[in-house]
């Protein structure tokens, strides 16, 4: 949208609130027959709403609850470079009145440019909870206990029914040999937590990953993986995203960077 010299003019004395009452109320008639103009103004107007000298944040009575969407819907490194640009634009030096009143305007619009293609892309690359779920379990990444040669492991076998999707017939092999065996096997329990998981058994699931979290096996942070992929199945984002933070606080950790990734997505 291009304005003529006087109309930017009256743009940035309107939004820096120093036009008289009686060029208020002239430009504001303005806004009302020219819905392109109204746009424009709103647009700068809710953007002011929203800055601030350090970092895009929320201040007393913003008037646009979708800028307040777009503020949120920001990590705060990328707002705080953003932000930077915007001020390094707005703070240029001119040479005469109407120019900086110009180039004031024209920054506004950079800025609402960058801030509608920054929402753009982080809406469009987000996903649901089951969206998520969907994209990120993968039961081949659990341990194999399927040894060349040896076809009498019933560890073997349970493996086998559960890469068949038989999850119940596989629980119940998995289920007797934990009881049977004198020490506590993290590889079983990740079969027992997802069987459960895949029989929609959520209670045992996360009953089985809170005692693997909580046990002083080498494997026990990757309960963090799999609880969140248990939440994410039932829907639940926030809880999902609270142990994923969890999970990401330390780089060791199971699936840390696939976390990250998660985090980002997740709506």
């Given at each position: 949208?291009?304005?003529?010299?006087?109309t930017y003019?009256?743009?940035?004395?309107?939004?820096?609130n120093?036009m008289?009452e009686a060029e208020?109320i002239a430009?504001?008639a303005s806004l009302?027959?020219?819905t392109e103009l109204?746009?424009?103004?709103?647009?700068?107007a809710?953007?002011?709403?929203?800055?601030?000298?350090?970092?895009w944040n929320i201040q007393?009575?913003?008037?646009?609850?979708e800028?307040?969407?777009?503020?949120n819907?920001f990590r705060?490194d990328?707002?705080?470079n953003?932000s930077k640009?915007i001020?390094?634009i707005?703070q240029?030096?001119t040479?005469?009145?109407?120019k900086?009143?110009?180039?004031?305007?024209?920054?506004?619009?950079?800025?609402?440019a960058?801030v509608?293609t920054l929402?753009?892309?982080?809406?469009?690359?987000?996903?649901?909870?089951n969206e998520a779920?969907?994209?990120?379990h993968?039961?081949n990444?659990?341990?194999?206990?399927v040894e060349k040669?040896?076809?009498?492991?019933?560890?073997?076998?349970?493996?086998?029914?559960?890469?068949?999707e038989?999850?119940?017939?596989?629980?119940?092999?998995?289920?007797?040999y934990?009881q049977?065996?004198?020490?506590y096997?993290?590889?079983?329990?990740l079969y027992?937590g997802v069987?459960?998981?895949?029989l929609?058994?959520?209670?045992?699931?996360?009953?089985?990953?809170d005692?693997?979290?909580?046990?002083n096996t080498?494997d026990h942070h990757?309960?963090?993986w799999y609880?969140?992929?248990?939440y994410?199945?039932q829907n639940?984002a926030?809880t999902a995203?609270k142990?994923?933070?969890?999970?990401v606080?330390n780089?060791?950790?199971y699936?840390?960077?696939?976390?990250?990734?998660?985090?980002?997505k997740?709506?």
């Amino acid at each position: 949208m291009n304005f003529d010299e006087t109309t930017y003019e009256q743009i940035a004395a309107y939004l820096n609130n120093q036009m008289d009452e009686a060029e208020k109320i002239a430009f504001e008639a303005s806004l009302e027959n020219d819905t392109e103009l109204a746009s424009f103004v709103a647009t700068c107007a809710s953007l002011e709403s929203v800055y601030d000298e350090h970092t895009w944040n929320i201040q007393s009575n913003a008037s646009t609850e979708e800028v307040k969407a777009l503020a949120n819907q920001f990590r705060t490194d990328d707002v705080a470079n953003l932000s930077k640009k915007i001020r390094d634009i707005q703070q240029q030096n001119t040479t005469t009145k109407s120019k900086k009143s110009y180039f004031y305007v024209i920054s506004s619009a950079v800025a609402v440019a960058a801030v509608i293609t920054l929402f753009y892309f982080s809406f469009m690359q987000s996903i649901t909870a089951n969206e998520a779920f969907e994209q990120y379990h993968n039961w081949n990444a659990l341990p194999s206990f399927v040894e060349k040669g040896d076809t009498e492991d019933t560890r073997a076998t349970a493996q086998a029914l559960f890469e068949a999707e038989k999850y119940q017939e596989a629980l119940t092999i998995f289920k007797e040999y934990a009881q049977k065996s004198t020490t506590y096997d993290p590889k079983i329990q990740l079969y027992i937590g997802v069987s459960y998981l895949e029989l929609e058994n959520y209670h045992e699931a996360i009953q089985t990953f809170d005692a693997l979290q909580n046990s002083n096996t080498i494997d026990h942070h990757k309960a963090y993986w799999y609880l969140a992929l248990t939440y994410l199945k039932q829907n639940n984002a926030e809880t999902a995203k609270k142990i994923l933070n969890t999970l990401v606080k330390n780089p060791t950790n199971y699936n840390y960077e696939k976390a990250k990734e998660l985090l980002k997505k997740l709506k």
